[in-house]
């Protein structure tokens, strides 16, 4: 079983739907929690960076941490096409510099 | 502020044969980092260098894989004998030291290996 499970989809939405994008893990000691876009043949890009538990805002996008369930979320609210790209979390514990990423989600927003 | 650099962006090479990438990153950055991504999947680390030291290289493999960051700036990330198994994508990343969190990634190396 790998430390952090994501669905690699495709998910696809119409222009202006609310996006919910999730990953699961097993290790108790991640306490950083981070989500990457990555377009098509670029490197991954810093969406949101999340310490422990709780909800961080920016703009359309929202990420949740659950250290209960062991469970991260990332919102896009007013999906736009530009949107459109894998999302990959990503995680590490204090006690090490090594980031573990799911393996992405492809979303699709359709005009 | 220019991003992390990398190069080649493609390389097509056969099995065997003996291949570099290089990767210079964002100024005042004390950490570089190189991961694999298989297509479908997201990084793995390779190896963390905190400027001239590598860190974490327990998932180089190291009978074929070979990196060094001799002034703690640019590193190079050598393969030799190269193996169908290992086309991928290579992809360099940085960040200021201590800060994993918010690691900038490079557009990477797309290998083939026929």
């Known amino acids: 079983q790998k430390e952090v499970e994501q669905d690699p989809g495709p998910l696809s939405v119409p222009e202006g739907a609310i996006v919910s994008l999730n990953c699961t893990y097993s290790n108790s000691a991640f306490q950083y929690f981070m989500w990457y876009r990555q377009y098509s043949r670029k490197g991954p890009e810093l969406l949101m960076y999340?310490?422990?538990?709780g909800n961080k805002e920016d703009g359309r996008f929202t990420a949740q941490v659950d250290k209960s369930s062991k469970y991260i979320s990332l919102f896009i609210r007013d999906s736009q096409p530009s949107d459109s790209a894998t999302y990959l979390c990503a995680m590490r514990s204090s006690n090490t510099g090594k980031l573990i990423f799911g393996q992405g989600t492809t979303l699709q927003v359709k005009p | 502020e220019a991003g992390v650099v990398q190069s080649p962006r493609y390389k097509i090479i056969e099995k065997k044969q003996p291949v570099a990438f290089w990767c210079n990153p964002i100024?005042?950055?004390?950490?570089l980092y190189w991961y694999l991504q298989n297509l479908g999947q997201g990084p793995e680390l390779l190896i963390r260098?905190?400027?001239?030291?590598?860190?974490?290289d327990s998932q180089l493999p190291k009978d074929r894989f070979s990196a060094e960051r001799l002034k703690g700036v640019d590193s190079t990330l050598k393969i030799q004998p190269a193996e169908l198994g290992d086309s991928a994508v290579y992809l360099c990343?940085?960040?200021?030291?201590?800060?994993?969190?918010?690691?900038?990634f490079g557009p990477g190396t797309r290998l083939l290996v026929l």
């Open positions: 999340t310490y422990s538990s």
């Open positions: 260098y905190e400027n001239e030291e590598a860190v974490d």
């Open positions: 100024s005042g950055h004390n950490t």
């Open positions: 990343a940085s960040s200021r030291q201590g800060a994993q969190e918010t690691q900038y």
